[in-house]
């Protein structure tokens, strides 16, 4: 079957679809981060109402922009994110 992790951080519907939390906030962009590296804290989520990657600062280039194939070849209700990878250990 289809593979992949979904976190359930949906913004952009389908008109028919009831709006998601999400769409319903500033959030305009997100990190999540699955390590520990060693640190005391747990795995994190980050919201925030402002990009957190730009063309020419913080992580340029380090990000698969956002696509609607899915939607318009398979009519998909909504829009997907892709992620690249660190590492994994």
């Not at 280039?61 to 994110?81: A, E, M």
């Amino acid at each position: 079957g289809p593979g992949g992790v979904f976190f359930g951080l949906v913004k952009n519907t389908d008109s028919w679809i009831r709006p998601s939390f999400l769409s319903q906030t500033p959030v305009r962009a997100f990190t999540i981060d699955l390590s520990k590296d060693g640190r005391p804290m747990a795995p994190s989520l980050t919201l925030s109402s402002r990009p957190l990657i730009t063309r020419y600062g913080n992580g340029a280039g380090d990000y698969i922009p956002l696509v609607n194939d899915l939607r318009r070849k398979f009519g998909d209700p909504t829009q997907h994110y892709t992620a690249k990878v660190k590492r994994i250990q």
